[in-house]
């Protein structure tokens, strides 16, 4: 075997084995047959020109020449096959079929006469193909059939597809195939002029190239691949080329100057040259991809720099908002949205998009999507789910097919806690038309995780205030409840000389007391007013907001005292007041109600309408956050009510109160609402002691 | 003939419960305090008396009691301003013979009253 037919039969060995492999890799699928017919053709034509170079026998040259040729013959219609079916072109099946048959009548003509060959040249490297008569017409018909296969893939690489995986692949074949083109260099010599044959070196390239489109999963940015190919033949090219130009240029110089060891020194720069070429690769193909990709690496540090953000924030659906909007600007893609798992349903449940056409089904959690990101923990495209389906024909994966047109999603990117699914990110494509890249992916993960568990830490927090806002309520509603409860007796109470008196107009009892009727009808009208100052009250302290302020104690008491002046000089009560106006409380909107009601209450209490005192006094207590508000009145006492315990409404009189005690619950409700104690003293004859602690901010509560 | 205490605290009210009951003819005393029902219950000893639960100082359950102690027959119409299960129910044990929440219609004090009455006459064998 001949040096010079070593290349070729790597070359050949190599369009086999792929051939070989691409055919078995998916036996169903046209493009791979087609494609393994164009490498099983050029092994043929590389096969018979290694005998041809290698032998000294001129017939025996002949012979494999003609068999070499009879393959490169069938390389046309084979390729074109091969776009053809890649492609998805039915229109263009009849005219492969046409390019095959043309060939196939050709080929024995190839074999067996001397039109297309009539013999052999002698060459440097060997012996080698001498076209015949009919070559060129043979040429027209072989270029002619190359050509309309580079034609129509010329065609889809400059349609706008869809498909952005698809479309990265097409533009590897339409480079592959100008790549092959080039190999037509090896027509040169059968017309008589000395050129080495290497156009099996760029049949090689393109065969790497086409397996490279159509086999991996995960394909590359076409500009990265250039950029790694070239960079690292530039590299190595100097690594090997430079020990190897001194060996053989520098041989006898070194020979001279080092003796019979000289070929160390050239061996010794090869072993340096290659650990250094190592990392000049490593270092020139991060500078050519950190500017080849500087518009994606700034995206990724932008996802990055919004997954660290993400965790601070608390509202739930502005995170949810705020993902799905830096998904969209950042990535350019044409829409994102959520789907976060519902626990209670057992399904995946749509919260939020932004951008165009997204559906909002829910996925049960049995659904095959589900088991698939439970089971692979890594983002799902479509378009390598369609090809598995396409070379496997799984049903397990066709379901997730269609659950996945169902959301409209391109991409899904599940985000896990731990080994729990919390929900997933579906994306659209990018608005640009590029694919999705490994590095894309791996940020989108990272930044699908991180919110999982921002969105657990916002979902936890509106839970609890949830739960917090329903225990307020509930808070609110037993108050009010209680509160109703008094209101209702004092109610039920106050209607009743309203209806007596109108029931006792209709069956005519004030015709003999005129007088009666007169002053009943007036009190029926003055209690009107009353029952409209009750609902006032109940109404005032429901309706009171949240919101938190400082108070001055001592002005709180005078306004409820203010409220009350008109009884206070009716009743002839007197009042003393010892209180600090250094005093200053934190409360919510209600903490003037207590002072005021406490009044009322004492007011409007049995044994005070003809004269009494209220007294009231203030104190910070030695814990210096605590307030005692100590209220006496000489009034009734509570004793008797307290003693007897009758009860109403289920709890006991005395803790009522008087007046059917919507006062007294008004003051123990804002009370219980600052965390603070209410304590009631009463003694026979002595009137009523009240006994309020309260903090003095309420958000840190009394001791 | 039947007589009747009317008791509660508010002067009105049991001014214009008399005035009913007087119209039908029947004799009615009244008590705007639970200590003058008592003195007037001993005294006057009334077939039916009408009595408020909430009262200051002595309170309606208190009269109901003593009442029921003195005079085990008469009977006792509470009155309460809350629809109260567990107060209903305290009251019926301790000797209540009906219960009327406020406000209520004189027509329902009066067809209690009579069903009362109907039971008081047939004890005594009037017609």
Redesign the interface.
């Known amino acids: 075997m001949s040096i010079y037919s070593l290349p070729v039969l790597l070359g050949a060995i190599f369009s086999f084995v792929v051939g070989f492999l691409i055919y078995f890799a998916n036996r169903r699928s046209q493009t791979n047959i087609s494609f393994s017919l164009s490498c099983f053709s050029l092994f043929v034509w590389f096969f018979g020109y290694v005998i041809a170079y290698s032998t000294k026998d001129e017939k025996t040259a002949l012979l494999f020449c003609r068999i070499a040729c009879t393959g490169a013959v069938f390389t046309a219609p084979s390729f074109y096959h091969f776009v053809v079916s890649f492609l998805e072109k039915r229109s263009e099946v009849k005219f492969v079929v046409l390019a095959y048959l043309t060939m196939l009548f050709i080929a024995p003509f190839s074999m067996t006469s001397n039109l297309f060959l009539k013999g052999v040249y002698k060459y440097y490297w060997g012996y080698y193909s001498k076209a015949g008569f009919l070559h060129p017409l043979y040429l027209i018909v072989f270029f002619g059939i190359f050509l309309r296969a580079f034609y129509i893939l010329l065609i889809e690489n400059w349609k706008k597809n869809s498909n952005p995986i698809r479309r990265v692949q097409i533009n590897y074949i339409f480079i592959a195939y100008a790549v092959a083109l080039l190999g037509a260099i090896d027509y040169i010599p059968k017309y008589g002029i000395e050129f080495f044959p290497f156009g099996f070196l760029f049949e090689i390239l393109f065969i790497i190239i086409v397996s490279y489109a159509i086999i991996t999963r995960r394909i590359l940015n076409i500009n990265v691949v250039f950029a790694r190919t070239i960079i690292f033949s530039i590299v190595y090219i100097v690594v090997l080329g430079l020990p190897f130009g001194i060996g053989i240029w520098g041989r006898s110089f070194l020979s001279e100057k080092i003796g019979v060891n000289w070929w160390l020194f050239p061996a010794s720069l090869l072993a340096i040259m290659t650990a250094l070429g190592s990392f000049a690769f490593l270092f020139l193909r991060q500078k050519a991809e950190n500017e080849l990709l500087k518009g994606q690496r700034h995206n990724h540090m932008s996802l990055m720099a919004a997954a660290q953000t993400i965790t601070l924030i608390r509202d739930f659906h502005k995170l949810l908002n705020m993902i799905v909007r830096v998904l969209t600007k950042t990535l350019g893609i044409e829409h994102a949205g959520i789907y976060l798992c519902d626990r209670e349903r057992n399904q995946y449940a749509f919260c939020v998009t932004r951008g165009g056409r997204q559906s909002c089904a829910n996925i049960d959690s049995g659904n095959s999507l589900i088991k698939y990101l439970r089971g692979a923990r890594k983002p799902v495209i479509l378009e390598e789910l369609k090809r598995d389906y396409s070379e496997r024909r799984d049903i397990f994966i066709k379901e997730i097919i269609e659950t996945m047109n169902r959301l409209d999603a391109d991409i899904l990117v599940p985000s896990f806690i731990e080994d729990a699914l919390i929900g997933f990110l579906v994306l659209g494509n990018k608005r640009s038309g590029e694919i999705y890249t490994t590095e894309d992916l791996n940020v989108l993960s990272n930044l699908a995780n991180q919110s999982a568990l921002a969105i657990e830490n916002a979902q936890f927090l509106k839970e609890r205030e949830d739960m917090q806002g329903k225990l307020r309520e509930a808070e609110t509603l037993t108050t009010i409840r209680d509160l109703l ?1 008094s209101f ?6 106050l ?7 109108l ?2 107009i209709n ?3 004030y015709e003999k ?1 005129p007088e ?1 009727l007169k002053s ?1 009808v007036e ?1 029926s009208i003055t209690t009107t007013f009353f029952i409209k100052t009750y609902l006032g009250w109940v109404r005032e302290y429901v309706e009171s907001g949240d919101k938190v302020a400082a108070y001055q104690l001592s002005e709180l008491i005078n306004r409820g005292i203010a409220y009350s002046s008109d009884k206070f000089e009716k009743q002839n009560i007197s009042k003393q007041v010892n209180v600090s106006p250094k005093i200053f409380v934190v409360g919510h909107e209600c903490l003037p109600l207590l002072f005021k009601h406490l009044i009322i209450h004492s007011i409007y209490g ?2 005070m309408e003809s004269g009494g005192t209220i007294d009231i006094s203030a104190r910070i207590l030695e814990d210096r956050s605590t307030v005692e508000i100590i209220q006496t009145d000489t009034g ?1 006492d509570l004793t ?2 307290i003693k ?1 315990g ?5 709890k006991k ?1 005395a803790e009522k109160g008087k007046l ?1 005690g919507t006062s007294y619950f008004i003051a123990q409700a804002v009370v219980s609402k600052h965390k603070g104690s209410f304590e009631v003293e009463t003694t026979g004859g002595k009137g009523t002691k009240f006994r309020i602690r309260l903090p003095l901010d309420f958000n840190r509560p009394a001791a | 003939m039947i007589k009747f205490l009317v008791v509660d605290d508010e002067p009105g009210v049991v001014d214009q419960v008399r005035d009913f009951l007087e119209l039908r003819n029947y004799a009615v005393v009244t008590a705007t305090s639970g200590e003058k029902a008592l003195e007037l219950a001993k005294k006057e000893n009334p077939n039916i008396v009408v009595l408020d639960i909430r009262m200051p100082g002595t309170t309606g359950i208190d009269v109901l009691k003593e009442v029921k102690k003195n005079s085990p027959k008469a009977r006792v119409i509470m009155l309460t301003g809350v629809e109260d299960e567990a107060t209903k129910n305290m009251a019926m044990e301790l000797g209540a013979s009906g219960y009327l929440t406020k406000p209520y219609s004189y027509s329902e004090l009066l067809d209690m009253s009579r069903k009362l009455i109907n039971e008081i006459c047939q004890e005594e064998g009037i017609k």
């Open positions: 409860g209702n007796h004092e109610l039920y109470n209607l009743t000389p309203i209806s007596g008196t029931q006792g069956m005519g009892l007391k009666r009943d009190k049995y044994g009734d008797k009510y007897e009758s009860t109403m409404g289920g009189f059917g």
